[in-house]
């Protein structure tokens, strides 16, 4: 069992920018990031694997870094010029498995999950 705990979560205007962090209780091959606005399914935000590959959803990137320090188990994403369609609650998720590129920012992929941080972006 693998528990993870995002942070980093709040309120921010239009073209600033945040900082989420994922602690996971074990290391784990796989993590990501994903996020569910309102009335919205969930999506795929970023995701990185042991290998250090990287996959990020084709329009978050250049304002979007996902990264990790294995040494903490602590997962990151930077996000810079917020806009307010990024307003969300941000979901970190990990897996054993390491998973390739194009599964990285599938949930189903995913076993373990944390309990999410709000994003508020306002104009």
């Known amino acids: 069992q693998v528990q993870l705990v995002e942070s980093g979560g709040g309120s921010v205007q239009a073209g600033g920018s945040l900082r989420l962090s994922c602690a996971a209780s074990?290391?784990?091959?796989?993590m990501g990031w994903f996020r569910q606005a309102p009335g919205k399914e969930r999506e795929g935000v970023a995701g990185?694997?042991?290998?250090?590959?990287?996959t990020y959803a084709d329009s978050l990137k250049g304002r979007f870094t996902i990264s990790r320090d294995n040494a903490k188990n602590t997962l990151y994403l930077q996000m810079n010029s917020l806009k307010p369609e990024d307003t969300a609650m941000y979901y970190c998720?990990?897996?054993?498995?390491?998973?390739?590129?194009?599964?990285?920012?599938?949930?189903?992929?995913?076993?373990?999950w944390g309990q999410g941080t709000q994003v508020v972006v306002s104009s």
């Open positions: 990185m694997n042991s290998a250090g590959t990287t």
């Open positions: 998720a990990a897996d054993y498995q390491v998973r390739p590129a194009f599964w990285l920012l599938s949930e189903e992929r995913y076993a373990y």
């Open positions: 074990r290391y784990t091959s796989s």
